[in-house]
């Protein structure tokens, strides 16, 4: 720079060095998923030393809660500075229960809550919102939300619902040739009986047998005689245990008895 003033001349000079600074990139704001951890690396170039927001200076930082993550680097009097936002991805809530009760012959429609954005996938591969459940069994839905997927499973029970099958002849001759000999309630195998009583009626409203035992079975016989041939009405009392649930049930009808 030079300046003239009264015929008099005056200059000066400055020098300017211009120094590269650091590049830094830590890429793109991120989505954490809930319960996982994510890592961001030092994508550093032309620096003498850098440091993370914790002090820290290693090649990457280990990421498990949200918030603003910054790299500082120095390349001779220069700094530069990059930060990413880290944004919690919360766990979907699907409000399904961890089970569920099938009532023989009937069906339960599981309706998951899916926000919008989300996809999903179920056990078979189907990817419908809803799953239509008539088998016992297990069943899974996956989902998949902003990078971020989750898996919850249900287990679906076979329940009789408060009413067992129950098989009661309606004939049977106590003849002693062997077959139909005698009358009882026939139940399902699988069927825990808690408690059981059953009374046999004769027309005249009378009690003529009663049991609190389910094996025992009435062999067509009156304190000792043989009943006559003809229509007996029966009432049966119960409790079940069956998949956790415990329930009361009754059934009556008649037998015929021949001979």
Not at 150 to 159: N, V
Request: charge should be negative; hydrophobic fraction near 35%; aromatic fraction near 8%.
């Amino acid at each position: 720079m030079q300046v003239e003033k009264d015929g008099c001349t005056a200059a000066d000079s400055v020098q300017v060095q211009v120094f590269n600074t650091p590049s830094i990139d830590l890429g793109a704001d991120q989505s954490l998923c809930e319960g996982e951890s994510t890592e961001l690396e030092a994508n550093v170039q032309a620096y003498d030393s850098f440091s993370w927001q914790d002090g820290s200076q290693s090649s990457f930082l280990i990421i498990s809660s949200p918030g603003i993550y910054w790299l500082e680097a120095q390349l001779g009097n220069c700094t530069a500075r990059d930060s990413v936002l880290v944004q919690l991805e919360p766990a979907l809530d699907l409000d399904l229960p961890d089970s569920i009760l099938i009532c023989r012959g009937q069906s339960q429609l599981l309706q998951p809550k899916i926000p919008p954005g989300t996809s999903v996938e179920w056990q078979d591969g189907s990817t419908v919102p809803t799953y239509l459940v008539d088998n016992p069994g297990l069943y899974s839905i996956r989902t998949h939300r902003n990078g971020c997927t989750a898996e919850t499973a249900i287990i679906a029970i076979a329940s009789s619902c408060g009413e067992i099958p129950v098989f009661t002849p309606n004939v049977f001759t106590p003849n002693d040739d062997g077959p139909h000999d005698s009358f009882r309630p026939l139940f399902p195998t699988a069927v825990n009986i808690l408690a059981y009583q059953i009374k046999i009626f004769d027309r005249w409203g009378a009690l003529i047998f009663s049991s609190l035992d389910q094996d025992q079975a009435w062999d067509g016989s009156v304190q000792g005689r043989p009943a006559g041939i003809g229509v007996y009405v029966f009432l049966v009392s119960f409790t079940v245990e069956e998949s956790g649930e415990v329930f009361d049930q009754q059934l009556a009808g008649s037998i015929t008895l021949l001979r």
